[in-house]
C-alpha cells in the first residue's frame, strides 16, 4: 500500500472538511494513521493540517496558555500580533489556564511558538544550576 | 843447554884469564856464572811471579773497568729510569688532571641538568597546581551560581505565585505583545 506523506494527508483532511463536518472527517484520519501506523506522527501530522489551513484558508489555529483569563481588548491584540506575524485571516485559539507559567503568555501554532511567560526566564534561570 | 851454556863459560873464563878482564880483578867466571844466574832468575820469575801478578793485576783491572762500566751504564739507567719516571708521573699526574678536570666538568653538567630539571619539574607542579585550582574555583563558582540561580528561581516562582495578581499579569501581557511586536518590526 502506498504511503501517504504527511502533507497528503494534510491536504486530504482539509478536502474532506469542507464536505464533510469534524466528526465524521476525525474517524477517517485516525484510521488512516493507524492503518499506516504512523501514531507517532499525530502530533506533527496535526500540525502540518495547521499548516496547511493557513496556506490554503488563511485560518491559523493553536492554543494560547496564560495563568488568568484574558480580557477580550488583550486577546485581540494577541490576535492582531499573530495577524502580523502569519498574515492570516482569521484566528481560531484555544484558550488553557495554566498556573505554571507564573505570569505572562504562551501561543503554540503549527507555524510559530511564542513563550512570552516568567516561567521561561525562570526555568532558564534554574537550568544553570 | 845449561850444559853448553857452562862449557861455553868455561871456555869463555879460561880464554879471559889468559888476558883481558882478568888482567883488571874481576872474575870473569863469577861473573858469566851471576849473569846466568841472574838470567834464570829473571826467567823465573817471569814465569812464576811476574805473569800471575800481571794476570791478576790485568784481571783486577778489567775487573775495574768492567764495573766502572757497568757503575756507568747503572747510572745511566737511573737517569734513564728516573727520566721515565717523571715522564710518567708527569703524565700521570697530567692525565689525573685531566679526569679532575673532566669529573668536575661532568660533576657540573650533571648539577646543571638536574637543576633544570627540578625547574622545569616545578614549573609543571606549578602549571598543574594552577590548573587545578582554577578547575576547582571554576567548580565552586558554577555550583554557587547553579545554587544562586535555583535559589533566585524558585523564591522569585514562588512570590510570583502568591503576589501576581489579574492585573498586575496583563500588564506584562501587554508589555511582551509590545515586545514581540517591536522585535517583529525590527
Do not use: C, W
Not at chain 1, 1 to 29: D, N, Y
Request: net charge positive; glycine share 4%.
Amino acid at each position: 500500500m502506498k504511503r501517504f506523506s504527511r502533507k497528503q494527508l494534510a491536504v486530504a483532511t482539509l478536502a474532506l472538511l469542507e464536505k464533510h463536518s469534524l466528526k465524521e472527517v476525525l474517524p477517517v484520519l485516525a484510521e488512516a494513521i493507524i492503518k499506516e501506523k504512523r501514531t507517532n506522527e499525530v502530533e506533527v501530522i496535526t500540525r502540518e493540517i495547521g499548516n496547511q489551513l493557513l496556506q490554503k484558508k488563511g485560518q491559523l489555529t493553536g492554543t494560547i496558555e496564560t495563568v488568568f483569563p484574558l480580557t477580550e481588548k488583550l486577546n485581540e491584540e494577541i490576535e492582531h500580533l499573530l495577524k502580523n506575524i502569519t498574515e492570516a485571516k482569521s484566528i481560531h485559539l484555544k484558550h488553557i489556564i495554566n498556573k505554571k507559567l507564573v505570569g505572562g503568555f504562551k501561543v503554540e501554532t503549527p507555524t510559530i511558538e511564542i513563550d512570552a511567560s516568567l516561567a521561561r526566564p525562570l526555568h532558564q534561570l534554574n537550568s544553570i544550576a | 843447554m845449561f850444559l853448553q851454556i857452562a862449557i861455553a863459560s868455561e871456555k869463555a873464563v879460561e880464554a879471559a884469564a889468559s888476558g883481558g878482564i882478568g888482567a883488571i880483578g874481576i872474575d870473569l867466571r863469577s861473573l858469566i856464572f851471576q849473569i846466568i844466574n841472574f838470567a834464570i832468575l829473571l826467567l823465573l820469575l817471569k814465569k812464576f811471579a811476574y805473569k800471575p801478578i800481571l794476570d791478576v793485576l790485568e784481571n783486577r783491572h778489567k775487573k775495574v773497568e768492567e764495573s766502572l762500566k757497568n757503575a756507568k751504564e747503572i747510572e745511566h739507567l737511573k737517569s734513564s729510569l728516573e727520566n721515565e719516571k717523571d715522564t710518567i708521573l708527569k703524565n700521570a699526574h697530567s692525565k689525573a688532571q685531566g679526569i679532575l678536570e673532566q669529573s668536575k666538568k661532568q660533576a657540573i653538567e650533571v648539577l646543571a641538568t638536574a637543576e633544570q630539571k627540578a625547574i622545569e619539574r616545578d614549573k609543571q607542579l606549578l602549571v598543574a597546581a594552577h590548573a587545578r585550582i582554577n578547575n576547582e574555583s571554576e567548580q565552586v563558582r558554577k555550583s554557587l551560581l547553579g545554587e544562586v540561580a535555583s535559589f533566585i528561581s524558585k523564591t522569585t516562582e514562588k512570590v510570583l505565585n502568591q503576589k501576581l495578581d489579574s492585573s498586575t499579569d496583563h500588564t506584562i501581557i501587554k508589555e511582551a505583545i509590545a515586545e514581540t511586536q517591536k522585535n517583529i518590526s525590527q
